[in-house]
T-cell receptor
Framework: GENVEQHPSTLSVQEGDSAVIKCTYS??????FPWYKQELGKGPQLIIDIRSNVGEKKDQRIAVTLNKTAKHFSLHITETQPEDSAVYFC????????????FGQGTILTVHP | DTAVSQTPKYLVTQMGNDKSIKCEQNLGHDTMYWYKQDSKKFLKIMFSYNNKELIINETVPNRFSPKSPDKAHLNLHINSLELGDSAVYFC?????????????FGQGTRLTVV
């Protein structure tokens, strides 16, 4: 099955700086890679996703890159703001199973004003 | 209107008790899931149902029994609760399909077994 590794586990930046979170996956059949943001006391919420036929996707301050050969993908947040502080999860779906998500371990991002 | 709603939000109970968590989605999705988030924030899938049929069962103890009366509902019943069952349980739904699509999560149920 799919195995997803995520780094770093914690990330602290100053407001306005960029933040990068990296993930690797094991199942070469994986074709969908979402990123979720979880705020305190809430459920994870999708912020961006990428499919295996695309190398990069951007949505305002957030971008995701995918390297299928190396089996890794990254989340980039530019011009960070205090409200970006949360736990971020990457995930992969493997090649089967009705959208089952295998999550990375999570990254606690803290943006200092 | 809440897309995926779970009840209760908090649940405190004694070891050995039986409890249920309810989940409903109003998105018209075919697939629903239960995920468990442990104290280290790690999220792991437990079950998945597609159109009321069990399609994923991730080696969860058989004290956990999901039930899907219709495709908009997926409830989780837990027998003989143990201390190690303390966690946050998330229900989610998605349109499903093997290509992978966005999963929408509920707000979670924090279960504390004392």
């Amino acid at each position: 099955g799919e195995n997803v590794e995520q780094h770093p586990s914690t990330l602290s930046v100053q407001e306005g700086d960029s933040a990068v979170i990296k993930c690797t996956y094991s199942d070469s059949a994986s074709n969908y890679f979402p990123w979720y943001k979880q705020e305190l006391g809430k459920g994870p919420q999708l912020i961006i996703d990428i499919r295996s036929n695309v190398g990069e996707k951007k949505d305002q301050r957030i971008a995701v890159t995918l390297n299928k050969t190396a089996k890794h993908f990254s989340l980039h947040i530019t011009e960070t703001q205090p409200e970006d502080s949360a736990v971020y999860f990457c995930a992969g779906t493997g090649g089967t199973s009705y959208g089952k998500l295998t999550f990375g371990q999570g990254t606690i991002l803290t943006v200092h004003p | 209107d809440t897309a995926v709603s779970q009840t209760p939000k908090y649940l405190v109970t004694q070891m050995g008790n039986d409890k249920s968590i309810k989940c409903e989605q109003n998105l018209g999705h075919d697939t629903m899931y239960w995920y468990k988030q442990d104290s280290k924030k790690f999220l792991k899938i437990m079950f998945s149902y597609n159109n009321k049929e069990l399609i994923i069962n991730e080696t969860v103890p058989n004290r956990f029994s999901p039930k899907s009366p219709d495709k908009a509902h997926l409830n989780l019943h837990i027998n003989s609760l143990e201390l190690g069952d303390s966690a946050v349980y998330f229900c989610a739904s998605s349109p499903g399909g093997i290509k992978g699509t966005e999963a929408f999560f509920g707000q979670g149920t924090r279960l504390t077994v004392v």
